[in-house]
């Protein structure tokens, strides 16, 4: 510390690399592997993206929103990167006092808040949840007023823990190692980036007096007791009635949009805010995109993408969000790794699942959202990643003609803390059925780094992949690349004839290294339908004996990920028996392949009633539901809100809207 002209100057020198003179004593630090001396992975920089999704990022990438992934109650103003937090602080007159200063949907540990989450627009511009901690309940709702935010704090009735008020904080400032400084003014806080200034205002009462300063808050903030209604405003100051008056009519503008869906009205309604609250931006990249859920995506350093997880949220959001679609799109196949394939996760740092890929969908995901859209670009920017991704699994996983899935734990650069690349166990999170039974017997070739096993579920998605991508190459006019992707459809679609099984009625798996035939059952047996491998006596049979077999499939709750007959159902654990929208999913737009009208109708209806009963009840979407009871929450695993057991209601959305192109 100095004293220039008379003022004292703090300096502090932070030292971020060695900048040593040569030959200066220094005591060296012990040697590091090299993967370990950086929180980074060595991977290569993603592709440069083309000029046109360039524009559909900005256009995400604007305005206020929940953008932050650590909290739904913080609001973020972007390209800025300012951010007003929410926080609750519950206070007693003894030893009991906290401080809640993120929120989040579906935490589960012990004393966490609890949010129920209401509407939430595609663009922010109304949010609305409510959220229950340590004896408060309060509703939180937001909405944009022209360029400008408005939120309004309303206390809830609730059984008090304490004697005393909680204390409603809303405290500012820069994200991301974004530019900007916040400053405390009277009664309000002025914040100035390089692209905005911007005033925030709060209805606290006696703000300056009353002010907590024991809050652990870094930065400026305003704070009052929490006993009515508090109301905060940008760029003006508002009072509660005018904030309210804002907010109700952007609650009646998003009620009168999903109204205009007509009969899928509650379906799109649920969509849409599903993947409003679980879309975030994403700094490393500089990107917005839908990762499965902020649990996950915060346990995992910032986000994560899964592969099949996030193509269906482009499908989902297409309904009503096309830049949304195509970033969930576009980034799912953008994170692909050196070996060209998508990979089962990438996640913050860059590290990616270099060993393995999972459930080739994403052929089908973009021809779907192609249909809707009609967008030349978007199928031009898509192209090469998955005809790539097409050609490395015909080069990787065939195993005797048939498809295998697989672990290459030698491919570089290995990610040291993921054990299970180069392992059985890696194989058979490639299926992105984690723990299916039908794998308990599979045997894993350390040489071919592929399970000895034919999977029915993976050639038929693999074949439905090459049909969707053949007929974009034919839109694209690539006739030759054409031919050679539908000449391994057939390959292929012959090798799963084989699988075929008179005596039971259905296509089997196959375990290449014993030559028998699989006797267990899951959904995926069902999948030669999304290939149209099945012919139409096939389906029949597979229809009838199977699928609306209630010692099977069939039932009040369907459809259970192993069949009901099966010893593993009843563990209930995971992929060993629960409910999961993306096999309803798949086995739906199989049915939607062949003359089986009425049962595609009870199949969509009992789906939505399955999604409907957690969805009303708590706003849950859960990651996967119990076979028995229709439930989510009778157990850990199963995240509340993961963005993919919407498609329980998506399929009824496909139902209602028969013209609607979102899936080929």
């Known amino acids: 510390m100095k004293k220039l002209g008379g003022a004292w100057t703090i300096v502090i020198v932070l030292t971020m690399a060695s900048t040593l003179a040569e030959g200066q004593a220094v005591h060296q630090p012990l040697p590091v ?43 973020v103003l972007l390209p800025d990167g300012l951010a007003i937090h929410v926080g609750l602080k519950h206070n007693s007159t003894l030893y009991s006092d906290a401080f809640l200063g993120d929120a989040l949907i579906g935490r589960q540990t012990p ?131 005018k904030i309210k008056a804002i ?62 997880d996030t193509f269906f949220a482009a499908t989902m959001a297409s309904i009503g969000d096309r830049d949304l679609a195509y970033a969930d799109a576009i980034e799912t196949l953008r994170s692909e790794t050196q070996q060209g394939f998508v990979p089962n996760y990438a996640r913050s740092g860059d590290w990616k699942s270099s060993d393995r890929s999972e459930p080739p969908v994403g ?49 570089a650069p290995a990610n040291l803390d993921d054990n299970s690349r180069g392992t059985r166990a890696g194989a058979i999170l490639e299926s992105g059925l984690d723990n299916s039974p039908m794998y308990d017997d599979a045997t894993y070739n350390a040489a071919t780094h592929t399970l000895e096993f034919a999977d029915v ?3 038929s998605m693999y074949i439905a992949d090459c049909h969707a991508l053949a007929a974009i190459a034919d839109d694209l006019g690539e006739a030759a690349t054409a031919s050679e992707i539908r000449e391994r459809a057939t390959r292929y679609r012959v090798k799963l004839a084989t699988l075929w099984n008179n005596d039971a009625g259905i296509f089997l798996n196959k375990d290449l290294h014993t030559g028998q035939f699989s006797s267990r059952l899951s959904p995926t047996n069902f999948y030669p339908l999304l290939a149209k491998a099945a012919t139409p006596q096939q389906a029949e049979v597979m229809i009838k004996n199977h699928l609306l077999n209630p010692k099977e499939f069939w039932g009040e709750w369907i459809i259970p ?93 496909l139902q209602e809207t028969p013209s609607s192109t979102a899936a080929p």
């Open 33 to 75: 592997a090299p993967a370990q001396r950086s929180r980074r992975a060595a991977q290569q920089p993603l592709a440069p993206s083309s000029a046109r999704y360039q524009q559909v990022q900005k256009r995400l990438a604007a305005g206020w929103n929940t953008w932050d992934v650590h909290s739904v109650t913080t609001q």
């Open 111 to 241: 004393g966490a808040e609890r949010v129920f989450p209401g509407p939430h627009s595609w663009e922010g511009s109304y949010t609305d949840l409510r959220l229950s901690w340590k004896g408060h309940d309060l509703r939180l709702q937001t909405a944009h007023d022209g360029g400008n935010l408005v939120m309004l704090a309303t206390p809830l009735p609730s059984p008090p823990l304490s004697g005393a008020p909680a204390t409603i904080v809303f405290s500012v400032n820069y994200l991301w190692d974004r530019p900007g400084n916040a400053i405390k003014q009277s009664g309000h806080i002025e914040a100035r980036g390089p692209l905005h200034a911007v005033t925030v205002y709060c209805t606290c009462k006696n703000a300056v007096a009353a002010e907590d300063v024991n809050l652990p808050v870094g930065g400026a903030y305003l704070s009052t007791d929490f006993v009515e209604p508090v109301g905060m405003s940008t760029g003006a100051p508002l009072g509660v009635e």
């Open 247 to 308: 907010i109700d009519r952007a609650r009646d503008a998003y009620h009168q949009s999903v109204a205009r869906s007509g009969k899928a009205a509650d379906v799109v309604d649920a969509i849409q805010t599903v993947l409003g609250w679980d879309t975030i931006y994403e700094p490393e990249g500089r990107r917005v995109l839908s990762p499965v859920s902020r649990v996950w995506s915060v346990n995992w350093g910032g986000y994560v993408i899964f592969d099949w």
């Open 363 to 411: 052929s089908i995901t973009v021809l779907g959202i192609y249909q809707r859209f009609h967008d030349r670009w978007f199928l031009e920017e898509a192209f090469a990643p998955l005809l790539g991704w097409n050609r490395w699994w015909a080069r990787n996983r065939d195993v005797q003609g048939y498809m295998a899935w697989g672990s290459d734990g030698n491919n």
């Open 457 to 459: 579920g993976l050639m």
């Open 561 to 653: 990920s192993i069949a009901r007959d099966d010893p593993a159902f009843n563990d209930q654990n995971y992929w060993r028996g629960r409910i999961w929208g993306p096999m309803n999913y798949l086995v739906y737009l199989g049915l939607r392949n062949y003359d089986q009208p009425e049962v595609q109708r009870q199949f969509a209806e009992k789906s939505y009633a399955l999604f409907l009963q957690e969805w009303r009840k708590n706003g849950h979407v859960h990651e996967n539901y119990n076979g028995v009871t229709g439930t989510g929450d009778d157990v850990t695993s199963s995240d509340r809100f993961y963005h993919w057991g919407a498609l329980l209601g998506y399929i009824q959305y």
